[in-house]
């Protein structure tokens, strides 16, 4: 079952190709809501176990997949993001075939990501799912794309280029007979090898979460891409620096791990701090939930980097649902863009007009900011709990963002929401038909998870335990 979750939203990217027009929103829909059923039975039935088979034999590669605890909820929230995109994009992108089908093409490539337990086959997924990502940029993106593009693409194969190094050198310098997680940890590098393997895969990840300096293709990536925010929502799936350093990273290079961790919990620590000051600065509603985003990696890093069970938990906790709140919110964004024609911070006036789309704009600024009862607390508070335990100044250092994201998330609301509306501004209609779901079924995920947050702490628990014992984490 696991394999057919995996691969059967890239078949249905391809079934699309030879679809009629007239079909295509359905069948995309089909498949997505499938993908998501599919996992949904997974976790059912306590996860998928690790099957492995040689793929690659004269190389040591193998292809070595499960879904469990960390990557099983991340699946999760990836399947589910999927669906609302899908159901969006069909709603409002005219002739969406190319976009349905890079949406799902993509989703193979992130479920992938987080099912690998196989070196080289986690880099063949995170190279599969940036394609689809440069794709709808260049096919869907604004005037000024090919800079951001071109921004993108470099930052990300840089980063690529040193993991691929950073993989083949844990492989030769351990003397492990295959690139299968479990096989490298057995093999560990000892010395200083095991530090600059290291740093070459940390580089990857941090363009991926991303940290500071490393970031900068983020804003402009959100900021060029199609205003419905559809592909937006795929970036922030993308995030996947901190599932790598967490799953791959702590276990493979756990010296270096320690000797590293107070200049790395102190550069996710400024990278949190940075990135809600600068939203604050911004008038453009994808830039500043783009740093908003930021800002939140910031968190996950810095309960990674911890070596902490409370904060890797939060951690874990917080990547996964900051995707479904973010990822509704450049929805949101869409929405007001086509309705008003801008995602100014200042049009004014638009909950007068449309109270439900300004309603559930707050409710979702409410997850982000982490107000207690919505999911983005559980992982915000465990972080800095946890973090505080081994650095509290860089806890408080990190613990300013929050009254920061208030400040910018409240006032950039006022601003678009409150204010008067403009002499001549055109009439805002309200959400209708499958906005409704578009919007409701991630916030009402934002509120469940905060009220009620055991599901995902019982898988999310025994993995974080299971990855800090075999580095001595406390």
């Given at each position: 079952?696991?394999h057919?979750m995996?691969?059967?939203?890239l ?16 069948v ?24 492995s ?17 960390v990557s099983l909820t ?6 589910l993001?999927?669906?609302v995109?899908?159901?969006?994009a069909a709603?409002r992108i ?13 989703e193979?490539g ?10 080289v ?11 689809p990502?440069l794709?709808?940029?260049a ?6 794309r ?7 693409a ?23 007979p295959?690139f ?9 590098v000892?010395?200083?090898?095991q ?15 991303p ?17 419905s925010?559809v592909?937006d929502v ?5 995030k ?5 350093l ?8 756990p ?8 200049i ?13 000051w600068?939203?604050f ?29 409370t ?19 450049f ?45 983005g607390?559980?992982g ?11 650095q509290?100044?860089l806890?408080?250092?990190?613990g ?14 006022q ?29 009402a995920?934002?509120l ?18 299971g ?8």
């Open positions: 079952m696991i057919l995996i691969f059967l939203p078949l249905g990217s391809l079934l699309l190709l030879a679809t009629p027009r007239r079909w295509r929103e359905e995309a829909g089909f498949i997505s809501a499938l993908t998501l059923g599919l996992g949904l039975l997974i976790w059912r039935g306590g996860g998928a176990e690790l099957f088979v040689n793929w690659v034999p004269a190389l040591g590669v193998t292809y070595s997949v499960a879904l469990d605890g991340l699946a999760l929230v990836t399947a993001m999927s669906f995109a899908v159901l969006y709603r005219e002739n969406p075939g190319t976009m349905l089908s890079l949406v799902l093409a993509m193979t992130l479920l992938g990501i987080f099912a690998a337990r196989d070196l086959l986690f880099y063949v997924f995170f190279e599969d799912a940036l394609l990502a794709l709808m940029l096919i869907y993106g604004k005037p000024n090919m800079r951001a593009l071109v921004k993108f470099a930052y990300t194969l840089f980063g690529s280029l040193l993991m691929l190094l950073s993989i083949i050198g844990v492989k030769y310098y351990g003397g492990s295959t299968a997680l479990a096989d490298l940890v057995q093999h560990p000892k010395g200083a090898a530090t600059w393997l290291y740093l070459g895969f940390l580089a990857a990840m941090a363009v991926k979460l940290l500071w300096p490393l970031h900068a293709w983020l804003p402009d990536f959100h900021e060029q891409n199609h205003d925010g592909p795929m970036g922030t799936l993308y996947v620096g901190g599932y790598g967490f799953q791959f990273g702590l276990p493979l290079f010296d270096a791990s320690m000797e590293l961790r107070p790395l919990m102190g550069l996710a620590a400024f990278t949190a701090l940075y990135a809600a600068i939203a600065r911004q008038t453009d509603w994808k830039r500043l939930i783009a740093y908003a985003g930021l800002s939140h990696m910031g968190f996950v890093a810095l309960g990674v980097f911890s070596l902490n069970e904060a890797t938990i939060g951690a874990m906790y917080l990547l996964a649902f900051q995707n479904v709140y973010t990822g509704a919110l929805l949101a964004v869409g929405m007001l863009q086509e309705r008003v024609g801008s995602i100014s911070t200042r049009v004014g006036g638009v909950m007068t007009q449309a109270g439900a789309l300004g309603g559930m704009t707050m409710a979702l600024w409410f997850a982000s900011i982490a107000v207690p009862g919505l999911a607390f559980v915000e508070f465990s972080v800095l709990l946890g973090a505080y335990q081994v509290p100044w806890a408080f250092i990190a300013l963002s929050t009254i920061a994201a208030a400040a910018y998330a409240l006032t950039a609301f601003t678009t929401f409150w204010q008067g509306r403009p002499l001549g501004g055109v009439r805002v209609a309200d959400l209708r038909h499958t906005e409704w779901l578009v919007l409701g079924l991630p916030l995920v934002a469940f998870f905060g009220v009620y947050s055991a599901p995902a702490l019982n898988l999310i628990q025994p993995a974080v335990r990855v800090l014992a075999t580095l001595g984490g406390s």
